[in-house]
């Protein structure tokens, strides 16, 4: 008699494990049945942001890496600071950049009239930053879903846990493996930096002081970028293509013109000089790493279960 709830027991506690696994219990079917036409909503709301301004496809692609960055891709990041709530919006790292806010709404309000209290936040972010980075050309993949909002923020861990664009590759390394991601999945991830824009602010020191910096890249920048002022001036993170998601930001890295000191940090004489070289000759491998990477950068810590909630407005808890 004793053998069976031991044996019991034993099982459960295997499960528990398992399900607690890299995996989380994330699954790609998780609204199939509760809300059957979520992806072609988000497809389509993207479509429109992205016709409008190409960038916001960059814009939120870097929202999702900080949301996921700080306790988990809960979400977090879409929270509005009020008078008795501190939020992730104004730490450093988001502050006067972090952007593409309206559009995980106008997402929000469509699958909600749909869908009502069916879907996160946390998972809407997932979907719309896989599909702004497709549509501007990278190759697509089955996003898990099931993840739930979270009722906190944080803005201190915002600001100690989203690495800075003055890092080193040692600090970049370390910082992507206290999420569980590799090096190779730091320098994949970084690729994302083929879209988007950057502020004069994030990139003044490297084309000013840095020397290992290609010198005609670095005149272009700084005709638009002075030793002081004009801090919110914009350039593309990567000089060939800006919005078109392709290897082009490696093939930069290699010829010294990446535009913020951590993107040159990857192709300094370091442990990822090779891996940069053979993305910026293989997109195929790009491409493929890049979305093993993101699919682990979304496994990082999800709220399930009944835990968090679904938040009826992605800025506020409910
Ligand atoms: C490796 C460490 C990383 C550092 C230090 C870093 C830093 C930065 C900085 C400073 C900017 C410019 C922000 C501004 O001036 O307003 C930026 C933009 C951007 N980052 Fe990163 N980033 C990193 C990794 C990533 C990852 C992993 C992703 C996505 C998976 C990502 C996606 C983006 C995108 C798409 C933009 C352009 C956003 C826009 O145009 O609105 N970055 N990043
Ligand atoms: C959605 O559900 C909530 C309760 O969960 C209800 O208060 C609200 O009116 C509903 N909204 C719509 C549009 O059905
Ligand atoms: C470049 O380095 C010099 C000497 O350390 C410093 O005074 C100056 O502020 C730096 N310039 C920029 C734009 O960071
Ligand atoms: C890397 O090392 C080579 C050979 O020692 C040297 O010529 C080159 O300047 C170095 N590059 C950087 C960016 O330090």
Known sequence: ????????????????????????????????????TLESMVRLEMTQAINREARLGASILRLFFHDCFVNGCDGSILLDDTGTFVGEKNALPNQNSARGFEVIDSIKTRVEAACNGTVSCADILALASRDGAVLLGAQTWTVLLGRRDARTASQSDANNQIPAPTSSLSTLISMFSNKGLSARDMTALSGSHTIGQARCTVFRTRIYNDTNIDASFAATRRANCPSTGGDGNLAPLDVQTPTQFDNAYYQNLVAQRGLLHSDQELFNNGSQDALVRSYSQNNALFASDFVAAMIRMGNISPLTGTNGEIRRNCRRIN
């Open 1 to 36: 008699m004793a053998l069976f709830p031991t044996h019991f027991v034993t099982v459960s506690v295997l499960g528990l494990v398992l399900a607690g696994g890299v995996s989380g219990q994330l699954s790609s079917t998780f609204y199939s049945s509760s809300c059957p």
